[in-house]
């Protein structure tokens, strides 16, 4: 599997030290930088990996790692495309390549603080304004004092 | 989901060459706005979150103009209740309690995902027996939620009986699945290994009983529903989502395979025991309501078929293999996926080596749906929103997690 | 007695008929549907839940009245008048026995069906006046289904009208008496113009009373209550007691032309009348069974949608029913 040329920097997966320390159980997966993201996608497009089945993000402390998760039905194969931003990034939307990212990036972008670009609907999509991002390790689980304070 | 009050007053929910009214469905004639000099105006209208036929809490605003349908948008979260992040403070035999909560009309497979990916990770082997189980108890909840749905279905076009006879079916399917896990929606049965607990004494008994009857009633039920003539007028050519598309937005499950695309996660990335079962997977041709209906049903006897299967070659065994009290996974990422009665429900796991995730993503099903209902919905009548919604099956409860 | 009085005493009769025939038929309604739906219905309150009703009319009367701000107040009000009354007034020309009519009208059968037209337009006023697009889409629907379809029940009536040579309800049953060569009763179903008749009418009349598989305008997995959404407690009561009532009249309306009304079969006519009540009694009977089938209906069939109704009507319904009247017009003046 050839992705865009431009390829990784260092893999800081969010599995541990590294994918080689931590063991991966993904299978193919191209570590991009966040720029090259869209032309690795509209290759794999091309490839005949038609689907995007998932999309999400993580927060490994440093830094928020993107997940493209892509299938061939034809070939019956996955793939997986990771990204590292900072956090507050801007994020390129993917829609136009695959039009099943609009949601989750809605989510993912939320969730974890980041920002649209290029989307057509970049609004929050599962909690009220006002909210932290959620899902960053820095936002904790009220305490049962805090939701009784309320 | 944002401010309410901001998004009738806005500009309007054509975003830059997003939505594009498709072809017209048989019948209608779209009238040219300014017709004989008259300015017309679109109304938007609000459709839920409380509504009789939105299943769940979904709103969904709609730009009409008369009856048609010219944009829609979701408006969703009203059920988020942040499981993903909830899960990282929870033990992985705890984690499925979650998953029963997200869909949780098919808890069994939301459950299994969980412990699929854990089971993947610590490379646990599922005895024979267990697996069994989890197919048995898989197939008799994929069961109970299309009964759900072909209520629900039913309910959406004004049949009301059809709604209260599955409901009568449902029943009995609840009775065994209480008797099998002691609770009659949030299972909490299939743990990482294996089953908490065995198939208790004359519960095949029990579905041999269930089982005889529901043939005859599944038949009933579609002579019912499907065979109307009126049902069929509004279903046939109603929210057609070809196969391009359907791959494109992420679609998977009953509503891909009625869009053509044959691919099954119980045959494709076979688990529990669908290796050893022989099942067909129905696969449709149009991809419009009808075929998902008849997909679905199609789904009920050959899930029903699977259940006397796993019943008649339940082998010996345990129900769950030697795992520790607390399961440490080691660190690292894995993907496991399962065919809920949805969809491809998966688990993307990150672990760090501690006893609970560092990071779990629930790929819902519905969510992939949804968006693509955004799109597919301009063109079509009113009275249709509600037919597409129901014949794609979304439940808020994975949509919004 | 004096004409004032004679008209006060018919005017109460058919609103305690009306008032009856609401607390009887919502009863009905929970029960039939209840066994459909392979449960009970009311069983607590008195016997067998007879009470039931009772109940819920001293409920419905007790409530509050809310009226939101943002209505059009005088159609507000008026909407559950201009559909109450025509209802009411709709019972005028039915003749439950020989003599007992409200009124015998020559034209008994065009007077019922032009009050009845009225309301369509209640409806569309309490759809408008909600100040709500959901009411608003029902009253429309309802402007559109009820106002279109009362051309194929007119029509549909037409060749009973001039078979039986009058359109005076009285004199359709008298015309439906005897028997056709010794075996068959006289009754319009068993003609065939006349079955053809039922089956438009038996349609059109479902269309007229918003009854499923025909009711877009109240369909309550879209509209929720469709055009009575917003209005609560009597207006609330007097809307559904309209639409209980208008199925009554149209059940009463069918029997009286197509199944003899309030005659036996193979019984003459003077021998039903001499037995004090019983022609009340067999009209009543039939005129519940009609309503018992409606319910069946109601329980069973899904929704027609709104387009698919209107080609239904304008382009397969009239065609048929204006055939059917040139058809029964020709065999008329051919054979007789």
């Known amino acids: 599997m050839r992705p865009d040329a431009t390829d990784s920097s260092a893999p800081t997966g969010a599995g541990g030290e590294g994918t080689e320390a931590g063991m991966s159980l993904l299978g193919q997966t191209a570590h991009v930088r966040a720029e090259a993201v869209i032309g690795t996608l509209a290759a794999l497009k091309d490839e005949g990996y038609e689907s995007l089945v998932d999309m999400f993000g993580c927060d490994t402390g440093e830094s928020i790692e993107l997940t493209y998760h892509l299938r061939s039905y034809a070939k019956d194969r996955d793939a997986y495309v990771k990204t590292v931003v900072p956090y507050d990034a801007e994020v390129a939307s993917v829609w136009n390549v695959y039009p099943g990212a609009l949601m989750p990036e809605r989510e993912t972008a939320e969730l974890l603080g980041l920002h649209l670009a290029g989307h057509p609907n970049p609004r929050r999509l599962l909690t009220t304004d006002g909210v932290p991002p959620l899902l960053r390790r820095s936002v904790a689980i009220r305490s049962v004092e805090e939701v009784k304070r309320r | ?401 | 007695m004096s004409p004032t009085a004679g008209v006060i005493v018919r005017f109460v009769a058919l609103l305690g008929l009306m008032l009856t025939n609401g607390v009887v038929m919502i009863y009905m309604l929970r029960k039939v549907l209840g066994r459909l739906h392979i449960r009970y219905g009311p069983i607590h309150v008195g016997w067998h839940g007879t009470l039931q009703t009772v109940n819920d009319v001293l409920k419905l009367l007790t409530k509050e009245d809310i009226t939101p701000s943002a209505v059009d107040r005088w159609l507000y009000r008026l909407a559950p008048a201009l559909v109450f009354v025509p209802s009411l007034v709709a019972y005028a020309a039915l003749p439950f026995s020989p003599d007992l009519a409200a009124v015998q009208l020559d034209t008994g059968l065009l007077f019922t069906f032009a009050v009845l037209s009225i309301v369509p337009i209640g409806i569309l006023v309490a759809g408008w006046a909600s100040s709500n697009k959901w009411s608003l889409l029902g009253g429309m629907r309802a402007a559109a289904q009820q106002i279109a379809y009362e051309v194929p029940l007119l029509l549909s009536v037409l060749p009973i009208v001039m078979i039986a040579g009058t359109a005076s309800l009285g004199g359709i049953v008298a015309y439906q008496e005897g028997t056709f060569l010794g075996v068959v009763p006289h009754w319009f179903i068993f003609n065939p113009l006349g079955l053809a008749s039922f089956a438009i009418f038996a349609v059109a009349a479902l269309v007229e009373l918003n009854q499923t598989p025909f009711d877009m305008s109240e369909a309550d997995s879209e509209l929720v209550a469709g055009f009575a959404t917003e209005y609560s407690a009597m207006k609330f009561g007097l809307l559904f007691l309209s639409e209980f009532s208008n199925q009554f009249v149209l059940s009463a309306l069918g029997v009286t032309l197509f199944f003899g009304g309030w005659m036996l079969p193979w019984i003459s006519a003077e021998a039903v009348s001499s037995v004090p009540g019983l022609p009340v009694a067999v009209f009543m009977l039939k005129a519940y069974a009609g309503i018992a089938v409606m319910m069946w209906i109601r329980g069973t069939f899904p929704r027609v949608r709104i387009d698919q109704l209107m080609q239904l009507g304008w382009k397969r319904l009239i065609p048929a029913a204006l055939a059917l009247v040139l058809v029964a017009g020709v065999i008329h003046k051919a054979v007789l």
């Open chain 2, 1 to 401: 989901m944002t401010d309410p009050t901001e998004d009738v007053a806005g500009v309007g929910l054509l975003a830059e060459g997003l939505h594009d009214p498709g072809p017209a469905p048989a019948g209608i004639r779209r009238a040219p706005s300014g017709v004989d000099g008259l300015t017309t105006e679109h109304l938007i209208i609000n459709m839920g979150p409380q509504h009789p036929s939105t299943h769940g809490v979904l709103r969904m605003l709609i730009e009409v103009d008369g009856e048609e349908v010219v944009a829609a948008e979701a408006s969703i979260g009203y059920l988020h209740r942040g499981i993903e992040k909830l899960a990282e403070h929870r033990r992985y035999n705890a984690v499925g309690t979650l998953m029963d909560r997200g869909d949780y009309m098919s808890g069994i497979h939301g459950e299994m995902a969980i412990a699929l990916a854990v089971e993947q990770l610590m490379e646990i082997e599922v005895p024979r027996k267990a697996n069994w189980i989890r197919s048995l108890t898989s197939e008799l909840n994929r069961l109970a939620n299309h009964l759900v749905w072909y209520g629900t279905f039913g309910l959406d076009t004004g049949a009301m009986g059809q709604f209260l006879y599955s409901m009568r079916d449902r029943e009995a399917l609840l009775d065994i699945l209480e008797a099998i896990s002691g609770q009659r929606m949030m299972f909490n049965y299939v743990r990482p290994g294996g089953v908490v607990a065995d198939l208790p004494a004359g519960i095949d008994a029990k579905i041999r009983a269930f089982l005889e009857t529901f043939d005859t009633y599944l038949d009933e039920h579609d002579a019912l529903l499907g065979g109307n003539e009126i049902f069929q007028g509004r279903v046939k050519g109603i929210g057609v989502i070809d196969a391009g598309k359907a791959l494109a937005f992420g679609i998977t499950g009953p509503n891909l395979r009625a869009s053509g695309a044959d691919y099954d996660v119980r045959k494709a990335k076979p688990y529990a025991a669908f290796a050893e079962l022989e099942f067909d997977v129905p696969v449709g041709t149009v991809g419009d309501a009808w075929d998902r209906y008849q997909v679905r049903m199609c789904e009920m006897r050959q899930a029903a078929r699977m259940v006397r299967q796993c019943i008649e070659g339940m082998p010996e065994g345990e129900h769950i293999a030697k795992v520790p009290k607390v399961l440490r996974p080691p660190a690292g990422e894995v993907y496991a996926c399962v065919e809920s009665s949805r969809g491809e429900t998966g688990i993307h796991l990150v672990s760090r080596g501690e006893d609970t995730p560092y990071r779990m993503h629930y790929r819902a099903p519905s969510l992939f749906v949804l968006q693509a209902l955004e799109d597919i919905l301009p063109g079509h009548l009113l009275a249709d929103v509600v037919m597409i919604i129901g014949s794609t099956d979304v439940m808020m409860g994975e949509i919004d997690r």
